[in-house]
Structures are given as C-alpha cells and as structure tokens.
C-alpha cells in the first residue's frame, strides 16, 4: 500500500533558528496537506497544496509540493516556543478515498 | 463552538471488557473517520463513513466495529479490549468523501487496557 515516510522524526532547535521537515511519498501524491499537533492536543490542518511545485506560506510557515508530487517539506523561519508540536504531512494517491498519514515531526523549541 | 466531540476522554478497561466511543459532529460533515495514535507511528486509520450509511475498513480495523448512526454521530466499538488497542483515538470529519477537504479532528481518547 501507499507509504508516507516523514524525516526528521525528532527535531530540537533554539528558538529563533529555522526548522524544516521532509515528507516523501512511494507513489505520486493527487495532493498534500500538513497538520499541526500540540502536546497532548489533537491534529489541527494547516493546509493542503494540490498543484507540482506549488508553494504557499502563512506568515513564518513555508509549504512546497515537488515538482514530481512525491515530495513535500514544511519550512518554520526563525522558531518560536509557539511553534512546538508534531507535524504531520498526509497525502493520497490515484482514486484512494482516504489520507495516509505520515509519522510526523516532533519538534522542540528552546528557549 | 462548531467542532467534532469525543465522549469519554480517559478510559481505563480490563483485558476482554467491552466499550463504545462516541463522537459527534455539528458542521453537516459527510465523511468521518475513526484513526488511533500510538507513539512514532502517526496515525493509522481504522474505519472510516464516506456518507450515511456506509462504513469502510481502514488500515487497521481488527478488533474493531464502527456504526454510523446518522450523519452527525460515528461510534467505534471494542468488543473485546486487548492491552495493544491501548492508544489515542481519534474521530475526524470532512466535507465530503475523497482526499481533497481537509479533517476536523476532535479532542480524542485515551484509552488504556489493563
């Protein structure tokens, strides 16, 4: 089946340094989207990029879509203790009715 | 506030005990979607509603059952609890059936089988 392989799997920063997490696909990806989860909180969506090489950024947050639509990367600029939490990435393939989610990326802001 | 709810928050069952997660949904969602979070595997899907009336297994649905008892509630039982379905469940809702609307999550379960 579709596998959504998320890299790094943990990532500490001090704040104000850049973060970015990596997200790769076996197969080609009809679209994207990320989530965000606090601690001890529940996934939230962030946003979904639909089109190869299609980029979108919300305010320090920065989303790419390859241009293959295998690949995918969410870019932090300059961290805050905010900004803590797992990322997650979840696509799908063809006709599939329902995302496949990757592992996530745990990160940690110091202060 | 418009959201997807999650009853009970905490449960602790004895190994082979019954028990029905409820969750609800007010924003006339089609689809919902029952996932479970263990630690460094993300979340996996378990059952899923495209629409009213119709229920589908996800990646995992061992161990589990799902009815959709109206377009608004989606309830997931364990008929038997074993001490690997302790996780975090979660209930989610889209728009519509397919991959291009994104979830609603709700605030989940932590469930632990003792």
């Known amino acids: 089946g579709q596998q959504v392989m998320q890299i790094p799997q943990y990532q500490h920063v001090q704040e104000g340094e850049d973060f970015t997490t990596y997200c790769n696909s076996s197969?080609?990806?009809?679209?994207i989207q990320w989530y965000k989860q606090r601690p001890g909180g529940h996934p939230v969506f962030l946003i979904q990029l639909v089109k190869s090489g299609e980029v979108k950024k919300q305010k320090r947050l920065t989303f790419q879509f390859g241009e293959a639509k295998k690949n995918s990367s969410l870019h932090i600029t300059a961290t805050q203790t905010t900004d803590v939490g797992t990322y997650f990435c979840?696509?799908?393939?063809?006709?599939?009715?329902?995302?496949?989610f990757g592992s996530g990326t745990q990160l940690t802001v110091l202060p | 506030n418009a959201g997807v709810t999650q009853t009970p928050k905490f449960q602790v069952l004895k190994t082979g005990q019954s028990m029905t997660l409820q969750c609800a949904q007010d924003m006339n969602h089609n689809s919902m979607y029952w996932y479970r979070q263990d630690p460094g595997m993300g979340l996996r899907l378990i059952y899923y509603?495209?629409?009213?009336?119709?229920?589908d297994k996800g990646e995992v649905p061992n161990g589990y059952n799902v009815s959709r008892l109206n377009k608004r509630e989606f309830s997931l039982r364990l008929e038997s609890a074993a001490p690997s379905q302790t996780s975090v469940y979660f209930c989610?809702?889209?728009?519509?059936?397919?991959?291009?609307?994104?979830?609603?999550f709700g605030s989940g379960t932590r469930l632990t089988v003792v």
């Open positions: 197969t080609t990806l009809s679209n």
């Open positions: 509603s495209a629409s009213e009336g119709t229920t």
């Open positions: 979840a696509g799908a393939s063809g006709s599939a009715r329902q995302l496949t």
């Open positions: 989610a809702s889209s728009e519509a059936a397919g991959t291009n609307y994104g979830y609603t």
